[in-house]
């Protein structure tokens, strides 16, 4: 009887020290998700935080992650403004997440590099393009879309391709679009062309007369908006509107269907340089299916590099084999070519894409297409 007695006594020591492991092994691998869902962004926000969400839908469905850990989503309301996205991510950092995925406007996404960086959180970026991104990157952060450099030589391509010698540059001042007028100009004035006007207008105007004639008596021949869709729209109605007839181009942070919804008529003939979105992806047909199906519309523009950063840090962290954060951060910066929907995945030393995915799109009938020169 005594010898059952302490057989009974080591199996509740064993018991013990095996519970917690098993507890552990069988917790939800949380995640952040820091994308605008309210604010002027929120539309992008939005549609990043659905594709995410259906990434992760899909791994769990596979037997998620690292023996069958499930994938569970914290969201982080950037609201592409620096200060509640500080206070996202710090909200995030405090609930110990394993990793985060998202980054829309950089603005917002520079101040949280710290945050990230200090908790030594890896951190997929996957809007989010401006140069300034990189020297405050601690090295935990990897940026799955192209940067300012891509975007301003596919510029500058372009327009040399349609023969324009003077151009109008309109920034708003924010990290994403000075960043990329400043590349633009310089670009476009080191390959000797002319920069009729260089302007900055403030977030939420809605009288651009002023500017309209200043644009137009400096004889451009053409107008780059580097900011956002939602005065984006309103700026290119005015254009046109008051009369000027030259080309007029927009960034990737234009690039949504609803700028056309904003700009109306006036938007027709209007180029964007854009990421690659859904419609223009043939791995992506399959996704746009699921994701109508899920959420009854389309998938929006960075949907698809969305999903690849959630797909991307999954990916990480199976190689991984573990969630700590530096294993984590090393298996990331090892993608080679690893390829989900937006195309092969590597990284420049500095963390950035090592490849352009940027394309040009025109305005047709009230959509997106593929610009064919």
């Not at 952040?32 to 995410?52: C, H, L, R």
């Not at 476009?188 to 809605?206: D, I, L, M, P, R």
């Amino acid at each position: 009887m005594g010898n059952f007695l302490k057989w009974v006594a080591s199996a509740a020591l064993v018991n013990v020290a095996i519970g917690p492991l098993a507890l552990a092994q069988d917790d939800p691998i949380t995640l952040g998700v820091q994308v605008p869902t309210t604010g002027s962004e929120a539309t992008y926000g939005k549609d990043m935080f659905n594709a995410i969400s259906l990434a992760a839908d899909e791994i769990n469905a596979d037997g998620g992650l690292l023996g069958g850990r499930q994938i569970e989503l914290v969201s982080g309301d950037s609201a592409c403004d620096p200060q509640q996205s500080v206070n996202a991510a710090s909200r995030l950092a405090s609930l110990e997440v394993v990793g985060v995925v998202g980054g829309y406007c950089s603005g917002a996404t520079q101040p949280t590099l710290k945050v990230y960086g200090d908790a030594n959180i890896p951190f997929v970026i996957v809007a989010a393009n401006s140069t300034q991104l990189i020297p405050a990157n601690p090295g935990n952060a990897v940026m799955i879309n192209s940067t300012g450099n891509d975007q301003a030589k596919t510029a500058l391509d372009f327009f040399e391709g349609e023969e324009i010698e003077k151009l109008a540059i309109v920034n708003q001042g924010d990290a994403y679009s000075q960043d990329l007028a400043n590349l633009t100009r310089d670009a476009w004035s080191e390959a000797g062309h002319t920069v009729s006007a260089f302007e900055y207008v403030n977030k939420g105007e809605q009288d651009f007369s002023a500017l309209v004639n200043k644009i137009r008596s400096s004889g451009a021949d053409a107008v780059f908006w580097t900011a956002y869709y939602a005065d984006g729209g309103l700026l290119i109605r005015q254009l046109r509107q008051r009369g000027f007839q030259g080309l007029i181009a927009v960034g990737d942070g234009s690039n949504s269907p609803k700028l056309f919804d904003i700009a109306g008529q006036a938007a027709e003939g209007v180029f964007a340089f854009s990421n690659p979105t859904a419609d223009f992806l043939p791995a992506a047909q399959q996704f746009i299916s699921d994701y109508n199906a899920q959420f009854d519309n389309s998938p929006g523009p960075y949907a698809p590099l969305a999903y690849d950063g959630l797909q991307l840090m999954a990916w990480a962290i199976d190689k991984a084999g573990t969630t700590d954060g530096d294993a984590i951060i090393s298996a990331l910066n090892s993608a080679d070519g690893q390829e989900w929907l937006a195309g092969p995945v590597a990284f420049t030393p500095e963390h950035t894409l090592s490849r352009s995915n940027f394309v040009v799109l025109e305005g047709q009938d009230g959509n997106w297409t593929r610009y064919e020169p």
